[in-house]
């Protein structure tokens, strides 16, 4: 049954078309929104009257009777007509593209297909995209207001030069007034496909959460390093459902709300469906749906269901998902750039130095590519349309140009290194994909004539595929074979087919896995169109502009800004031949944006160049002899023995001491003046840089960590203890903690906190502490001086860290979670003091721990370079220290770590002591 209907060819059409008439309809709805390019003949004081009365009498307008309102259309009938030929044809094309669909959509469910994303990978996510597709179509149409009008006067038009009625104008006339209301009237529509539609739907359920990670678990997981599994660098990257793996959320997320919206008795009646549908709605505010336009799905989803009898459930559930995204989404969305922005770092300087790894190691470069463009996709919607929020800052990224510069040196890398993937693959097609293939379907005992013939041209298409093809520069098409592919998953999803798909999943296996290497061959382009275009940021310039502003401001980005004139030259790649009026606009566009930037990384490159030259010409400058006087002055005065300069007096920098080459170990020793003065902490004892001194310092800091833990664990109990008997009162002021931040009145927070502190709860600054320490200061004491001592203090413990090797209880026993002479509340101690102390002295708390992380970074960085001396010993335990303390730090992160000490470092010290558990106990 299934193979009369041309189902595969058909969703491949109609979803071409369907995109075409939905930007069509974007076009159309732009042009009558904008007074500049608005058809006149709504604008003509003229016509005002004739357009009035065609609006309040549609569809019904009688030309006789509304003759002296429609006078101004007759005059200018052979002119209308003309002007409005093409938005009247739009819409004719909007009629005819939505009997197409409802066609093939009544056929589908007749021959009962089954939909699997993981089995019939292209059956599905056309099916799917076209659903999403039509929806949009439809809904795009009702938001042009001037539809109606448009029309009207085109069919008046008409009617005074032919005498009667377009044949299309009554069918389009009843469109318009069923679609009104579009929504309500597609969920009527789709009521008799709900079976189909939510059975493609749920075939997400194993890829959409495997795919919806937090940066922590994508960290935890390894995601998308070569280094990770050194062994593995060089075997090829495959799995079950390799197309999966690059689908976009955003298509995922589009499918998913707009396709319950549709179908939405399958939310009440099915709990898998519910579930999928609210950690869709957890990961975002808008929906795109075409170019700029968006949907702000909560409020659309929470109206709709409003207006529905049986779904005030539904309602709260929407409520809850919107407050989880306002809270939570853009600061997870923020985590998730900044691993991604390491993780394709790392991606492509491992591929530049080995290119190679392109060929076995292609689904992880387009995995990346389609990663990093969700996030950048999911910032720019967001950042259009900020919602009201105590952290608008998430919705701001300083640091975009690194993560579109990576993404761009990896789609270069793809183009440099094309022979390379190709022979790759087509190796694997010929002789490892034909031959499994044909084992596959030996090992069938069913096989019909057409699924036969289909399966055999397979294997002799991948068969047949020879370097000297390559080699002779010969172009590869195989876009039949991924046809037939298709052809064949139609067939064997029907519902009464004879080979079922299902029932084979090696072969689905094997053939999606063939169909990505086939692209690989000749279709990479459109590949990189799905998982790495940004060309609607053409669409959104006043985000991308900013973007680019953000970027430039910071100064370690500036080396990544001609990532975004190279990103305007995407814009042309949504251009679509049913709408030619865009290309003008967006070549435009593409232009305006390019220039602008590159004169802005022109004039900055400028202000760099002529600073360096004024500075050069100022260090020539202090060459001249005019400036020897006061080094010979000081030369005799020397050999006189005269006076000598007075304590104090800094000595003259000599002309070329600035090109003098430092030792970075010696320049980090001693990068902070270290005198009797600022070493004089408040009692008992004064610091001195002898290992003795360091001894004594790390000592004494360990003691007060354990101290800390120890009352950490008192409060803890305490906590537990109120929670259970004064919930009342435990959990107002857990809401009252949570709404403090400490960025805010720092008065306001600390009796909050010693309020919550009280109550056992924990606080990201001790009260209690910063109480004690404020209580040291005498009148005389100065805010500044107790600073620079603070921070000589958290100096002399990082560059102290070292020293802790030499002790061999500084290992760390996995058993106890901890080492065995308790320095790991070294962790507790420095975050606890650290933050007491710059709350008191009003300092920046995070920019103050960040700089003791850069400083204890690159001590224990040198521990690497001592292979035969003893620190080497515990060198693994004292580098989970550093971990430690970003660990249980509020005012760190992970990716502030991964910036000063490998990620690697830290895993393999990891494995280590584990290793070392398991032969002690083995």
Known sequence: MAYQFKLAEKLLILNERGQGVLIRMNHIKKVCTDSKRRPSYFTEKSMESSVKYINRKFPNIDIRGGSQHLSSVQKQKSVVLEGLHSYYESFIDVMEFRDHVYELLNTI???????DIAVNFDLTKNYLDLIVTYASVIYMLSRIDDKKAIVGMYNCAFEFCNGNSDPSFPRLGQMFIEYDHPWKKLSEEFGPHTKSVTGALLSLRMVYPRRNLSADQWRSAQLLSLLASPAAMLSPTCCDTMACEYLSMEVMERWILIGFLLCHSSLNANADSQNL???????????????????NIHKLSEDFFDSLKGYSKRIPDIKECKEYVIINCGALRREKRNFLRNALKELTKVLEDEPALLGPKALFVFMALSFSRDEVLWLVRHAENIPKTKTPEDYADSQMAELLYYMEKLRTLLAQHRYVIQRYHLQYLSQYDA????????????????????????????????LKHLDAGEEFDLKPFRLDWLRLQVYTSAGKAALALKDYPDLAKVMNMAQFHTRMMDNMNELLCETADLSILCFHARVFEKLFSQSSEDVSMQRYLTAFPVICSHFSQCLHPICPEETEEIENQSLKLCVSFLEEISRQTCTVVLEICAEQCNLHEKLLPKYSAETISTARNKKLKKSLPKKGDVPKVKPGAESLRKDRAIVTKHKFVWSKNYMEMTEPERMTLETKGCENVLKRMTIIGVILSFRAMVQEALAEIMDRHCPF?????????????PEGDIKVTLSVYEMASAAGLPCEIDPTLVSAIANMQTDNSSIEEEFKITCLLLVYIAVSLPTLCLDPNSFYRREHGGHQNNIHCLATAVNHLAAAMFTVQRKNIQTQLQEFLKVASSILLQLGQNVERMEIKNRDSVYLILHMIVEQSPFLSQDMLEMCFPYVLLRNAYREVHKTFIHTMG
């Open 729 to 741: 009162l435990t959990r107002p002021i857990k809401c009252l903690k949570d709404f403090i931040y």
């Open 109 to 115: 469910d007749a021959c009962q297909c089954y939909f």
């Open 435 to 466: 031959l499994a293939l044909n084992d596959t379907i030996q090992g069938m005992y069913v096989c019909p004539e057409e699924e036969s013939v289909l399966m055999s041209s397979f294997v002799s298409t991948l068969s047949a595929l020879s």
């Open 277 to 295: 549908w609210k950690m869709a709605l957890r990961n975002g505010l808008y929906l795109t749906v075409i170019r700029d336009e968006i949907l």
